[in-house]
């Protein structure tokens, strides 16, 4: 007799905003209502699950149906977390300032889709101040322990100045021509200057090749031990001082079509914001006029064609 061995899910529930917990979902996984363990930090924990593919969809009175599929296999573990995103009409979200932005496609509504909203002002008062490492989860800012930084998504870019990439290429030119000066004058003198700089080299270190960044990351949390904030992932690569950072968020459209994301105050002070909406890897630029706002409904309404 063959023992089959069970698998197990962890799903974490979180607000799209503020993060914080769901605990009032319902679970369905291939349409049936499995026994599951909710706890109230959000995670919905099944622990007798047979091994198979699942089509997994998420129900929450004023947020956005969230489905999704994984295959478990025997004894295997698999934990997930979800953001979920705002349906226009949640009751939670009167009288507070939000962007609806209505997505269309050839004039119809692009309804329970996924999109990548950046806001491409960047946080000009945020900067990196302490080299990171590669596979570091700890990242030291200048401004520590600000409660308000996260958890948040962040694209963090950083750019080679291209003047000094221009100014290191004379620098080059410029010893090349001083060798081959020296090279006319007295070669016996230019192979005694190699042999030197050569046994100079063996007793250095490689220099590090700094290069262009642009990658998401999470901060989740801070850590006083460190002065740093917690990244829900290593690094994939080093991270360099200074760099600038971006606020993006994914989310998902309704059943109207709208993607609602509430205002920031701290970071959307200006009175025109601009925006790139990603949609099937197609990207638009979107600027927000709040001049436009509509100060009963509460709302700025942006429509998008894709």
């Not at 709302?299 to 998008?304: D, K, R, W």
């Amino acid at each position: 007799m063959r023992i089959l061995h069970k698998a197990s899910m962890i799903i974490m529930l979180t607000d799209v905003m503020t993060k914080t917990p769901i605990t009032n979902a319902v679970i369905l996984c291939n349409d049936k209502q499995n026994p599951y363990i909710c706890k109230n930090e959000g995670y919905y924990i099944f622990a007798d699950l047979y091994p198979s593919k699942y089509n997994v969809k998420i129900f929450c009175n004023g947020y956005v149906k969230t489905n999704f599929e994984c295959n478990l296999s025997p004894k295997e573990s698999r934990y997930f977390m979800i953001e979920m995103s705002y349906e226009s009409f949640n009751s939670s979200l009167i009288n507070i300032p939000r962007f609806e932005f209505l997505i269309k496609k050839n004039c119809k509504k692009i309804k329970n889709k996924k999109i990548l909203l950046v806001l491409k002002t960047p946080i000009k008062f945020l900067k990196i101040i302490k080299k990171a490492k590669k596979d570091d989860k700890l990242l030291v800012l200048n401004i520590p322990d600000d409660n308000s930084l996260f958890p948040q998504h962040y694209i963090y870019i950083y750019k080679i100045d291209q003047n000094k990439k221009n100014e290191n290429n004379e620098l080059d030119e410029e010893l090349e021509l001083t060798e081959n000066e020296l090279e006319e004058e007295n070669l016996d003198d230019l192979e005694d200057i190699e042999e030197e700089l050569l046994d100079d080299s063996k007793n250095k270190k490689e220099p590090e090749i700094i290069k262009d960044i642009e990658q998401k990351i999470f901060i989740i949390g801070y850590e006083e031990k460190s002065n740093a904030y917690i990244l829900d992932e290593p690094l994939p690569e080093n991270f360099q001082i200074g760099g600038k950072f971006y606020l993006y968020w994914e989310l998902l459209t309704d059943t109207k079509g709208k993607a609602v994301l509430p205002f920031l105050d701290r970071f959307m002070k200006d009175s025109k914001l601009e925006f790139e909406l990603e949609f099937n890897n197609k990207k638009i630029e979107i600027t927000a006029d709040l001049n436009k706002f509509d100060q009963v409904y509460k709302t700025l309404l942006i429509e998008v064609e894709i």
